[in-house]
């Protein structure tokens, strides 16, 4: 009988990861085909291009609007007021001190979320003791609007920075924690068995093992923490003494300055999006990208 051709023979005793990578490059044009007709297959262009239009669309209903009288006098400012508004308020520096004041708190609220969410996190995920202890306080405390801890924040840290950078610290420390517990509870065993026939001491587990595991899920988590803390910095601010974008909304409203008020509103979402990028840009990164595409 005559023997199999040498490429069937190469094929059955090549190592499993090679099977894995030569059957997901004959597979990738054809995902590549499929994916043509959506985004990923568009020019890179029209990610520019297509918001470009929809935000030119939104301006000129806007515009219209504003034309028609759509709006009770006084309580929607048309777009060139806006525009006026806020060249006077970049011009003067205002706006940029109110938005250094907002990224300074949101600053210190994430981050201290992270360094003290992470860490708690991985010990619930991986201890199903602590896990049944905790879990529920977690889930009752993420469930309460920042706005009810206002009272209690004033009281205990005054008026200023502490008691905003309290609230966004609370707006996100509960549901970084929840995450990264529901990350580390799935990495796989096999992991950890691999670990101990490893010889790995604990810290080298968490590095080596445990947080490469979990990263695609946690820079998921960190990009909408990250836009939930924004969100609240408006309300956080409420309780600032002079400065922020939140602050200049109500300072703003005050002086029924509606221009000021859209403006402060169109920065805050501008400054959402790049941060939102920034970390959408981390999620691309090829350490983190393999967890998506495995």
């Known amino acids: ?14 190592h499993p990861a090679t099977l894995r990578r ?35 669309a939104v301006l000129a209903a806007w515009w219209a609007a504003c034309g028609v009288g759509a709006f009770p006098p006084g309580t929607v400012p048309p777009p060139d007021r806006v525009a006026a508004a806020f060249l006077q308020e970049l011009g003067s520096g205002r706006l940029v001190v109110h938005a250094v004041a907002s990224l300074y708190r949101v600053a210190w609220g994430f981050v201290g979320a992270v360094i003290t969410a992470v860490p708690l996190g991985l010990v619930i995920g991986r201890s199903p003791t602590i896990r049944v202890a905790l879990l529920p306080w ?29 609230l966004i610290f609370l707006a996100t420390f509960f549901q970084l924690a929840l995450a990264t517990a529901g990350a580390a509870a799935a990495v796989p065993e096999v992991y950890y068995r691999v670990a101990e026939d490893m ?9 080596q093992v445990t947080l490469p595991a979990i990263l695609p899920q946690l820079v998921t988590a960190l990009r909408v ?3 939930v803390a924004w969100m609240v910095v408006v309300a956080a601010e409420m309780i600032a003494r002079d400065s922020g974008l ?16 859209a403006v ?3 920065t805050i979402g501008a400054i959402g999006i790049g941060l939102d990028v920034v ?14 595409e495995r």
């Open 264 to 266: 402060s509103m169109i």
């Open 199 to 207: 010889a790995l001491a604990p810290r080298e587990v968490v590095f």
């Open 279 to 292: 970390f959408a840009r981390l999620a691309n990164q090829d350490r983190v990208r393999w967890g998506f």
């Open 22 to 56: 030569r059957g997901a490059s004959r597979t990738q044009p054809s995902q590549a085909r499929r994916c043509g007709s959506g985004v990923t297959g568009q020019h890179p262009s029209l990610r520019v291009v297509l918001p470009l239009v929809v935000g030119l």
């Open 138 to 166: 977690i889930n009752f405390f993420r469930s309460l609007s920042p706005i009810a801890w206002v009272p209690f924040a004033i009281v205990w840290f005054g008026l200023g920075d502490p008691p905003a950078i309290f």
């Open 1 to 14: 009988m005559a023997n199999p051709p040498t490429t069937w023979r190469t094929d059955r005793t090549a």
């Open 225 to 227: 923490a990250i836009g």
């Open 246 to 261: 939140g602050y200049l909304i109500l300072d703003a409203r005050a002086g029924l300055r509606m221009d000021l008020v």
